[in-house]
C-alpha cells in the first residue's frame, strides 16, 4: 500500500510522529517537498528528534528513506542532519537517496531570503523562515536553477554557477546595495561537497518506479501543510511549493495511479507560524496558555506560534483539495481542562455568511468563524490507549468533527510519544 501524509492545516501538525509510526508498516519513505524550512519533531523515549530535510522515517533502522526531486536540497543542512544523526548512532548510508533531479539550496537563496524579508515594509513580510526556499523555488521555476546532477560535471558546473551568480550579484547590488558573493567560496564549496553527495544520488523516480512493482509500501511525508501550499493556501503568505497532494506526485515522480491512500494530519486545533490572516486566532490569555501547554514553539527556527480554535472551513478545503481519505487528530491533550471547546464551521464576512475558504486573502483576513461550542473536559487523557479512555466530551468533539470533514478519524495522538496514541 502507498499512502501520503500531509498537514491539512498551515504545518507543525505532528507529521513527524506519524509518520514515525506509520514507517514502521512502510519499506520506503518519501520527502517530495519543500526543504529545511520544516522542522518534523519524533519522540523516542526520552530522545527527541528534528528532522528537517532527511525523512522522519530514517529513525527506522532497516527503512529506506528518499529526498525526491520536488525537494530543495541545500547541502550544508543535509550534512549537518547526516552528522546529528551518526551522532546519535543512526546510521545513513545505503539506506538514504537524493534525487539527482533535485534542486541545489545555495548561499545566495539564503542571503536574499534573509534581504528581503528584513527589507519588505511589515504588511509584506511573509515571516520565512529565513532558509533561502522561495529563492531557490523561483531560481527553479526561472530556470536558473543548479540540481544535484550537474554535480557531475565540474566543467559545466563553473560554467552554470558564473552565469547564475552574476544574476544573483547584479540583484543583491541593486536591490540590496550588497556587495555580492564571492564565486570562488561557493564553488569551492560544491567542490568540496560534490562527490559525497553524488553517492547518495540516484534517479529516485525510476528506484520509487522499480520498489512499487516489487509490492514494496511507499509512505510519502508531506511538509508544511496545505494552507501554505503556494497554490491552494492563503497566498502569498505560504511557502514557495505544493504541500498539497499534488506535490507528491511531481516532487517524486510516482504516478498517483499508485496511491492508495491520502490521510490528512491536523490538530485537535489551529496553529500557524509566520505573517498571514488566521481567522480562529485566540485572544491573547487563551493563546498563552495553549502555547505554553502544547510547547507550540517552532522545530526550525524557534518562533511561538499562534494558536487558535479548530477551523473547519479550512479543513474542508484541505479535504476536498487532497482528496483526504481518513484524518489523523494530534495533540487532544493540549484541549484538557477547558470548560468549552470551539469549532469554526463558516465565516461572516461583511453581511455574508461563507462555507468555503474564499480564495482573496484580503477577504480572508475579514473573515469572522461562526462557532459551535462544545462543553470541554478536565481528565488527563495523556495516558489514554483507547476510544473508551476518552471522557466522553472528547469522543463528542471528535465526533463533531468526523461529521463536519465528513472523513473517518483513524488515529488520535495524546502526547509526543510513539505509545501516546489511540488507534480507531
Ligand atoms: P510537524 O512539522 O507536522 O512534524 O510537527 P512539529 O514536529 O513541528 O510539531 C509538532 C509538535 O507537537 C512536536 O513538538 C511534537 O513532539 C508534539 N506532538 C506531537 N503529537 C503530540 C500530541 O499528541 N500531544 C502533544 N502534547 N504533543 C504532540
Ligand atoms: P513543517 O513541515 C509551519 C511557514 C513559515 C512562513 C511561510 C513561508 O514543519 O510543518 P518559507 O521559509 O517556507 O518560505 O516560509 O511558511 N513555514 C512553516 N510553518 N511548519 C512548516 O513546516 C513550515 N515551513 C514553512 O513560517 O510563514
Ligand atoms: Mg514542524
Known amino acids: ?53 532527511i525523512p522522519s522515517g ?14 530543495v536540497l541545500d547541502p550544508e543542512a543535509f550534512f549537518e ?67 544535484v546532477a550537474d554535480l557531475r560535471n565540474v566543467n559545466s ?27 570562488d567560496e561557493i564553488y569551492s564549496g560544491l567542490l568540496k561537497i560534490r562527490k559525497r553527495l553524488l553517492q547518495f544520488s540516484i534517479s529516485t523516480s525510476n528506484y520509487l518506479y522499480e520498489a512499487s512493482k516489487k509490492k514494496k ?34 516532487g517524486s515522480g510516482v504516478s498517483p495511479t499508485l496511491i492508495d491512500r491520502v490521510i490528512g494530519v491536523v490538530k485537535a486545533y489551529t496553529t500557524r507560524v509566520g505573517e498571514g490572516p488566521f481567522p480562529t486566532q485566540f485572544p491573547p490569555k487563551l493563546m498563552e496558555q495553549i502555547q505554553k501547554q502544547g510547547n507550540e514553539y517552532g522545530s526550525t527556527t524557534g518562533r511561538p506560534r499562534r494558536c487558535g480554535w479548530f477551523d473547519g472551513v479550512i479543513t474542508k478545503h484541505a479535504v476536498r483539495i487532497n482528496g483526504l481519505n481518513e484524518m489523523v487528530v494530534m495533540k487532544l491533550d493540549v484541549l484538557s481542562g477547558l470548560p468549552e471547546v470551539k469549532i469554526a464551521t463558516g465565516y461572516r464576512l461583511g453581511g455574508k455568511i461563507l462555507k468555503d475558504y474564499p ?16 462543553p ?28 463536519l470533514l465528513e472523513t473517518p478519524i483513524k488515529i ?3 502526547g509526543s510519544k510513539r505509545s501516546q496514541t489511540i488507534f480507531l
Open 1 to 53: 500500500m502507498n499512502h501520503i501524509i500531509i498537514g491539512a492545516h498551515w504545518g507543525d501538525e505532528g507529521k513527524g510522529k506519524i509518520i514515525d509510526i506509520l514507517a514502521e508498516k512502510s519499506d520506503i519513505i518519501v520527502r517530495y517537498q519543500g526543504g529545511n524550512n520544516a522542522g518534523h519533531t519524533v519522540k523516542i523515549e526520552n530522545q527527541t528528534y528534528v528532522l528537517h530535510l
Open 58 to 71: 530514517i529513525l527506522h533502522p532497516k527503512k529506506i528513506c528518499v529526498i525526491g526531486n520536488g525537494v
Open 376 to 403: 470541554g473536559w478536565k481528565e488527563d487523557i495523556s495516558s489514554a490507549t483507547r476510544w473508551k479512555d476518552l471522557p466522553v466530551n472528547a469522543r463528542r468533539y471528535l465526533q463533531r468533527l468526523e461529521r
Open 217 to 250: 509500501n511507499l509512505l510519502f511525508e508531506g511538509a508544511q501543510g496545505t494552507m501554505l501550499d503556494v497554490d491552494h493556501g492563503t497566498y502569498p503568505f505560504v511557502t514557495s511549493s505544493n504541500a498539497s497532494v499534488g506535490g507528491a506526485i511531481t
Open 81 to 147: 542532519e547526516v552528522k546529528m544523526l551518526h551522532g546519535k548512532g543512526i546510521k545513513v548510508d545505503g539506506r538514504l537517496f537524493v534525487s539527482d533531479a533535485a534542486h541545489l539550496l545555495l548561499p545566495y537563496h539564503r542571503l536574499l531570503d534573509q534581504l528581503k524579508e528584513e527589507n519588505s515594509h511589515q504588511d509584506h513580510k511573509i515571516g520565512t523562515t529565513k532558509r533561502g526556499i522561495g529563492p531557490c523555488y523561483a531560481d527553479k521555476m526561472a530556470r536558473l536553477g543548479i540540481r
Open 157 to 183: 558546473l563553473k560554467v552554470r554557477l558564473g552565469v547564475v551568480l552574476e544574476e544573483k550579484n547584479q540583484a543583491l547590488r541593486k536591490l540590496y546595495n550588497h556587495p555580492g558573493l564571492s564565486f
Open 359 to 374: 480564495t482573496s486573502t484580503d477577504e480572508f483576513s475579514r473573515c469572522k468563524p461562526i462557532y459551535e461550542s462544545m
Open 412 to 414: 488520535v495522538s495524546v
